[in-house]
């Protein structure tokens, strides 16, 4: 994630209005341990079923809950297809997360990731959110943060050795153009991937022009996705109905036996939040 979207780096633009029937609202307090007072902000359209979906959405610096909510499409489309969204605020100054000290990429290690994991656990709890349909996805900061909330390479390894269980999949966009996080972390980001979900780093397809012109699609059997835009900066546009494809909110993504699903534009490192988590998206949209 370094530098690429599943990295972290600052969004400084935002792709599409929110057009969502309600508001943000906060949980101030009494979620859980939340060591770095990491803000938790959230969007519960009306009608939602008795075990919904929850998408955990997370900003690039210089960034805000309150950016992210208004500035894509994850909250308008949750008034259609009846998931939570959460919208993690990142508590220090540059408003950037912290993703890569030992106290973050630890499981409980007192970091923010323990902070956002505690949003996550409240939602199951309180609103009975499927914690079998629990994904996470970010821009350029908030990228990296979805890579540390998966849970990927040696850091995870070490952490869980013998672990054998389902890893979540992963789909990863970034720009050829990134001057913030380099696109030779894209490559990167795509190795440690499959390598850890046991996948060749050849890709089984390409496909050029999608999901637009100057795009090109490789996929890595079902588990990987990645998504390289030719000529295009850090400011890659957000693409919120792939990703509910790839989450199974609704249909035409993959369709894997096991496993969960994990989506990324940008590059980085991730350690797990928890067993419930299915699916993340990171993208190196924005920029510092």
């Given at each position: 994630m370094v530098s690429l979207k599943t990295v972290f780096a600052t969004l400084a633009t935002v792709v599409g209005a929110n057009a969502a029937a309600g508001s943000l609202q906060q949980v101030a307090s009494g979620f859980g341990t939340n060591p770095n007072n990491v803000g938790f902000y959230y969007y519960k359209p009306s009608g939602l079923p008795a075990k919904p979906a929850l998408i955990v959405a997370i900003h690039y610096c210089t960034g805000s809950a309150q950016a992210y909510f208004s500035g894509s499409q994850y909250a308008n489309l949750a008034d259609t297809y009846k998931y939570i969204v959460i919208y993690p605020d990142a508590p220090r100054s540059g408003k950037c997360f912290d993703v890569n000290t030992s106290g973050t990429l630890s499981h409980n290690g007192g970091g923010d990731s323990q902070g956002i994991a505690?949003?996550?656990?409240?939602?199951?709890?309180?609103?009975?959110?499927?914690?079998?349909?629990?994904?996470?996805?970010?821009?350029?900061?908030?990228?990296?943060?979805?890579?540390?909330?998966?849970?990927?390479?040696?850091?995870?390894?070490?952490?869980?050795?013998?672990?054998?269980?389902?890893?979540?999949?992963?789909?990863?966009?970034?720009?050829?153009?990134?001057?913030?996080?380099?696109?030779?972390?894209?490559?990167?980001?795509?190795?440690?991937?499959?390598?850890?979900?046991?996948?060749?780093?050849?890709?089984?397809?390409?496909?050029?022009?999608?999901?637009?012109?100057?795009?090109?699609?490789?996929?890595?059997?079902?588990?990987?996705?990645?998504?390289?835009?030719?000529?295009?900066?850090?400011?890659?546009?957000?693409?919120?109905?792939?990703?509910?494809?790839?989450?199974?909110?609704?249909?035409?993504?993959?369709?894997?036996?096991?496993?969960?699903?994990?989506?990324?534009?940008?590059?980085?490192?991730?350690?797990p939040i928890s067993t419930t988590l299915k699916t993340t998206t990171t993208t190196t949209n924005g920029g510092t």
């Amino acid at each position: 994630m370094v530098s690429l979207k599943t990295v972290f780096a600052t969004l400084a633009t935002v792709v599409g209005a929110n057009a969502a029937a309600g508001s943000l609202q906060q949980v101030a307090s009494g979620f859980g341990t939340n060591p770095n007072n990491v803000g938790f902000y959230y969007y519960k359209p009306s009608g939602l079923p008795a075990k919904p979906a929850l998408i955990v959405a997370i900003h690039y610096c210089t960034g805000s809950a309150q950016a992210y909510f208004s500035g894509s499409q994850y909250a308008n489309l949750a008034d259609t297809y009846k998931y939570i969204v959460i919208y993690p605020d990142a508590p220090r100054s540059g408003k950037c997360f912290d993703v890569n000290t030992s106290g973050t990429l630890s499981h409980n290690g007192g970091g923010d990731s323990q902070g956002i994991a505690s949003m996550v656990t409240y939602a199951i709890n309180t609103w009975g959110v499927d914690a079998g349909r629990v994904f996470v996805t970010g821009s350029s900061s908030g990228a990296m943060m979805t890579n540390v909330m998966a849970g990927s390479g040696d850091l995870v390894r070490a952490a869980y050795p013998g672990y054998s269980g389902p890893r979540p999949r992963m789909m990863l966009w970034h720009g050829s153009a990134d001057t913030t996080l380099y696109y030779a972390n894209f490559q990167q980001e795509i190795l440690q991937w499959t390598n850890v979900l046991g996948v060749s780093s050849t890709p089984t397809t390409t496909t050029q022009n999608d999901p637009q012109s100057s795009y090109t699609h490789t996929s890595y059997g079902c588990v990987v996705q990645a998504y390289s835009a030719a000529g295009i900066g850090h400011n890659l546009p957000i693409h919120e109905s792939i990703d509910l494809q790839w989450f199974g909110i609704t249909p035409g993504g993959p369709s894997c036996a096991g496993g969960t699903t994990t989506t990324t534009k940008g590059g980085t490192t991730t350690t797990p939040i928890s067993t419930t988590l299915k699916t993340t998206t990171t993208t190196t949209n924005g920029g510092t």
